[in-house]
């Protein structure tokens, strides 16, 4: 089961900063937390990943909180192109030749306006 | 980013047959590959992981003899549904892992029974 919450739908204006938020109250210590979003009919593409501080790349910024109950994935001038479905997965740290799978939630499906 | 190359993209295939979809990474060596099944509007549920050189480990309730995974490289990753039926039609994903923290998505293949 999907250890993460997520709102299943929000809409953002073309533009405009995305924030989408994330609940993994229940994660673990050796857990990263892992960004995903599914264009339709494609397969997933990797955003992001963190452990406990914020990080930033040319795709996104995610922010974890200092408890790291919740994150935020942040877009920050979304376009239309970035309409998809994002999935915020739990999982636990690499370890080299372990099989660490990702479980998939119901994501959030987020629509950029134009 | 690495990329990850699923074949055939669409197939549509007699009731009875068997259908085989490959996974190939094409820039890295996969030790751990991922298969995907996902129905309309639903999220992407996992069926089984492989690691090359061994046999896969099916989630439950995922019919090992009716789904055969082949891993015989780490570049090379088969799946097989065998006597295909309709209610197999469906959107597979392959994902593979390299030896860093990051798993890659194919292309997605959807299959459809008729």
């Known amino acids: 089961d999907a250890k993460t919450t997520q709102p299943p739908s929000m809409d953002c204006a073309e533009g405009r900063a995305a924030n989408l938020p994330c609940n993994h109250s229940t994660i673990s210590g050796n857990e990263y937390v892992y960004w995903y979003r599914q264009i339709h009919s494609q397969g997933p593409q990797y955003i992001i990943h963190?452990?406990?501080n914020n990080e930033t790349n040319e795709m996104a910024s995610l922010i974890i909180t200092e408890d790291r109950k919740s994150s935020t994935l942040i877009l920050p001038h979304a376009t239309l192109r970035d309409t998809a479905v994002y999935y915020c997965i739990v999982r636990v740290a690499y370890t080299q030749g372990g099989s660490e799978k990702l479980v998939f939630g119901k994501g959030t499906k987020l629509t950029v306006n134009p | 980013g690495a990329v990850v190359s699923q074949h055939p993209s669409r197939v549509i295939c007699k009731s009875g047959t068997s259908v085989k979809i490959e996974c190939r990474s094409l820039?890295?060596?996969?030790?751990?590959m991922f298969w995907y099944r996902q129905f309309p509007k639903k999220s992407l549920m996992l069926m089984a992981t492989?690691?090359?050189?061994?046999?896969?480990?099916?989630e439950q309730g995922v019919e090992k003899d009716k789904f055969l995974i082949n891993h015989a490289s780490l570049t090379l990753s088969t799946l097989t549904v065998t006597s295909a039926h309709p209610e197999d039609s469906s959107f597979y994903i392959c994902s593979a892992r390299d030896y860093g923290a990051k798993a890659f998505f194919g292309q997605g293949t959807r299959l459809t029974v008729v």
């Open positions: 492989s690691n090359e050189g061994s046999k896969a480990t099916y």
């Open positions: 963190g452990l406990k």
């Open positions: 820039d890295f060596q996969a030790t751990t």
